[in-house]
């Protein structure tokens, strides 16, 4: 991505910061802007009367989730390509750096985008659809957190009963736990409805939820992660990012067994590692390999990462042949 002028923002709830580098990485000019519709288009009105076209420059800004949802979407409308990095990723690219401050950070996005440009590839919004499951998804999250904190202190407090009266303190609880348990059920009919809109115009819901061990949450969050499967290109790249991907430890003579990296998303990775449990259960195959390699000797986590792999491989298989999962040991059975 190669551009005349290369832009950092640095995002925080109420103010963002930026700093325009030049061709040959060197600071042009700096400012800040408030994070509403009227102070972003203020800022790209600056850009323009600094006779800056749009056409030639490319901004970069850190995940902030919905901090810097307005900034893409105002980015997008005005048809200025943008990339959204990890702050991680920019943090460990740049080496040694004292000092932190938002001018100092929108700076040193600006480098980050000119060091990286022909490595980085535009970014994109979701779908207003995933951008809406992935609202619904969340709340569910915290409403599945509230419950079970409701459940643990019900169970708590049945033990203090034995010595204080705390009956009224447990009616209230319960309440509240019953509450939740229907808002729950609300709320799963509202993403299962979610899913349902979206797989009527993509068709991968459905295909998701053929394989053993996918259920609608996960193949939710999976839709949301990928972004209807246009984030990632393979399996492979998918695993790295859940964290499932072994990668290999050697230096010198030294070499330790391959091991799954730290950087993971942690949500994905809990999920499909419910996931495997089920898909045990269920898939015959799955169980075989599962039960196979432990008799071999091998951690019981380290089989379930093996089975997370094996489980998002045949997610993009299907997901790539349009067609459902078929159990091959049953189908066999049926020959």
Same mark, same amino acid.
């Given at each position: ?46 850009? =323009?009367?600094? =006779? ?66 022909? !490595? ?108 209807? &499967? ?6 492979? #790249? ?8 072994? &990668?290999?430890? #050697? ?13 993971? %998303?942690? !949500? ?25 390699? %432990?008799?071999?000797?091998k951690h019981p986590q380290s089989v379930r990462n093996a089975v997370i792999c094996k489980l998002l491989y045949r997610v993009f298989a299907v997901i ?16």
């Open positions: 991505m190669e551009a005349s002028y290369y832009i950092g923002i640095d995002i925080s709830k109420q103010r963002l910061d930026w700093q325009i580098n030049d061709t040959q990485n060197t600071e042009l000019a700096t400012g800040q802007a408030s994070n509403t519709p009227k102070g972003i288009h203020k800022m790209i009105g600056q850009w =323009k009367r600094g =006779k800056i076209s749009l056409d030639e420059l490319i901004v970069c800004f850190e995940h902030t989730g919905p901090y810097g949802l307005l900034l893409a979407t105002i980015l997008e409308q005005s048809g200025i390509c943008y990339v959204m990095v990890s702050a991680a990723e920019v943090q460990l690219s740049l080496g040694i750096r004292r000092g932190k401050s938002d001018p100092i950070d929108a700076g040193r996005l600006a480098e980050y985008l000119w060091r990286f440009r022909d !490595r980085l590839a535009p970014s994109h919004l979701p779908s207003k659809m995933l951008l809406e499951l992935r609202g619904w998804l969340l709340w569910r999250e915290k409403l599945v957190k509230m419950r079970t904190a409701l459940t643990n202190g019900i169970k708590a407090n049945s033990l203090t009963s034995q010595v204080a009266d705390l009956d009224e303190i447990n009616e209230q609880m319960q309440s509240q736990h019953d509450g939740l348990t229907t808002q729950l059920k609300q709320v799963d009919r509202k993403i299962l409805s979610l899913l349902r809109r979206y797989n009527a115009i993509e068709g991968q819901y459905d295909l998701l939820v053929s394989i053993p061990g996918l259920g609608p949450i996960i193949a939710g969050w999976l839709l949301v992660y990928t972004e209807g &499967f246009t984030r990632f290109a393979n399996a492979r #790249q998918l695993a790295c990012f859940v964290g499932s991907a072994p &990668f290999p430890r #050697q230096s010198g003579q030294h070499k330790s067994p391959d091991r799954v990296s730290q950087w993971r %998303c942690q !949500r994905l990775k809990s999920l499909l590692g419910n996931g495997v449990h089920s898909a045990i259960q269920y898939d015959p195959e799955l169980r075989g390999y599962y039960k196979r390699k %432990c008799d071999e000797g790539d042949r349009g067609t459902p999962y078929v159990k091959i040991q049953q189908h066999k059975a049926v020959k």
